[in-house]
């Protein structure tokens, strides 16, 4: 995957500087990444925080595993 020119001059334009642009970038990177170990470990969501979101929020999302059934030991 990469970052175009106009993709990163549209974020300048909505008033990003580029710290911000590479901040966000490194954020998705990590989360990315983040996602990608919890997929190979067949980890599922904790039930708690899959609860308190909004369920319009919850039903937008349409991919990645559902949540575990049980709340998650805290």
């Known amino acids: 995957m990469t970052t175009t020119p106009e993709q990163v001059a549209a974020?300048?334009?909505a008033g990003f500087d580029d710290r911000e642009i590479f901040e966000a970038t490194l954020l998705l990177g990590l989360r990315l990444a983040f996602s990608t170990v919890n997929d190979s470990l067949g980890a599922q969501?904790?039930?708690q925080l899959a609860d308190?979101?909004?369920a319009p929020v919850r039903d937008a999302v349409t991919f990645g595993r559902p949540a575990a059934d049980q709340p998650s030991l805290a």
Request: net charge positive; glycine share 0%.
């Open 52 to 54: 308190a979101v909004p």
């Open 11 to 13: 974020l300048r334009t």
């Open 45 to 47: 969501p904790d039930r």
